[in-house]
């Protein structure tokens, strides 16, 4: 009976050793030391046969193999709970003093940026900032800039025409006719905006792009007004100071008009192959309002005069970030907006 005993508590704890899982340690547990049917509980049936020091004694023993195995299986359930914590605390381990990584905010486009920092600016010098439909009729774009049907003008712009006498707006001109109609002068009002030409694209030319419309009409507007306002623009976009030229130039619904040149500021009038080495980039086209334009929209211009001028924002942004393909501004391309 001792010699069985033994080899019992041996064979246990040798398989306690080797046991990997909590589960083989409980069945082994039951198996040895089951109060119904345990291999110690089967042995010490047999303690009835003894004589009563031999009972005592083996008694003894068998609470010892089953203590000895109890500990052994409590003891290797804590390793390999400790082992299942550690693995855990390796893998899962989180460092709170990190920084959050966070969502990547996205960022205004180019083209929003420079506008909103016009529309800021104008409506800071009394300048209100209106809206027009993109879908335009002839009336708007055309007539009621003095551009008739039969005046070669309207060859200069090609045009999206749709049914029924619609057309996508060629600039953001008709605005300006929609707020002379609108609100009574002394008037001041920009108008940004996205305009349409049936042209074949390449590195400067696209078929959509944006203009900022500009109107002003008061009593004794001139072209120093003019000339004032667009120096006060330009020093804001390109925030410093710059040279400033009028040549004249046509656009039926204004008289005088004018293309409004900058000093070029990548060679600083130097000369360099932007401004074709000649120091200065057209950029702006203004003038003061043609006085049947006023007439048009129910303006007096015995008493009304005004300036005009429809700035290119698509190649604005391309000056001020010397971008070199007016295609990337509509391509959705991350690696390009990523960059503002
Ligand atoms: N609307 C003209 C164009 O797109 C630009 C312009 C606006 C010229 C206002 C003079 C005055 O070509």
Redesign the pocket.
């Known amino acids: 009976m001792e010699s069985t005993l033994a080899e019992l508590e041996k064979s246990s704890l040798e398989e306690i050793a080797k046991a990997s899982t909590i589960e083989e340690l409980e069945a082994i547990r039951v198996r040895v030391a089951g109060r119904k049917g345990g291999a110690l509980a089967e042995i010490s049936k047999g303690m009835g046969k003894l004589v009563p020091e031999e009972r005592a004694r083996i008694g003894k023993l068998l609470n010892q193999a089953k203590d000895s195995v109890e500990r052994a299986i409590e003891a290797k359930k804590k390793l390999i709970d400790n082992e299942a914590l550690a693995k855990r605390l390796d893998s899962e381990w989180l460092d709170l003093t990190l920084p959050a990584s966070g969502v990547k905010p996205g960022s205004l486009h180019p083209l929003t940026q420079i506008r909103y920092e016009l529309e800021d600016l104008f409506r800071s010098m009394g300048f209100a900032v209106l809206d027009g439909p993109e879908v335009e009729d002839e009336y708007h774009n055309f007539d009621a800039l003095n551009i008739p049907s039969d005046h070669p003008a309207r060859d200069m712009q090609d045009t999206f025409w749709l049914d029924g006498g619609f057309l996508l707006r060629t ?1 953001t ?1 008709p605005v300006q006719v929609r707020g002379m109609e609108h609100y009574p002068p002394p008037l001041r009002m920009i108008a940004p905006g996205r305009v349409f030409r049936n042209e074949s694209v390449d590195a400067s030319h696209e078929h959509t792009f944006y ?1 900022l ?1 500009g109107m002003m009409i008061d009593r004794d507007v001139s072209v120093g007004h003019l000339i004032y306002f667009m120096q006060t623009l330009l020093a804001a976009v390109f925030r410093r100071e710059v040279k400033v030229r009028l040549r004249p130039g046509f ?1 039926p ?2 008289e005088p ?1 004018f293309e409004l040149d900058i000093g070029c500021l990548i060679c600083n009038g130097a000369g360099c192959a932007v401004c074709k080495h000649s120091g200065w980039v057209e950029l702006l ?3 003061l309002v043609n006085p049947n334009v006023l007439r048009m929209s129910r303006i007096d211009p015995d008493k009304w005069s005004g300036f ?3 700035l290119g924002l698509t190649r604005l942004v391309m000056m001020r970030y010397a971008i070199n393909d007016i295609r990337l501004l509509q391509s959705g391309d991350l690696r390009f907006l990523n960059q503002f």
């Open positions: 600039h001109s203009q419309e656009f619904f204004v008009g086209p203004c003038g005009a001028f429809g």
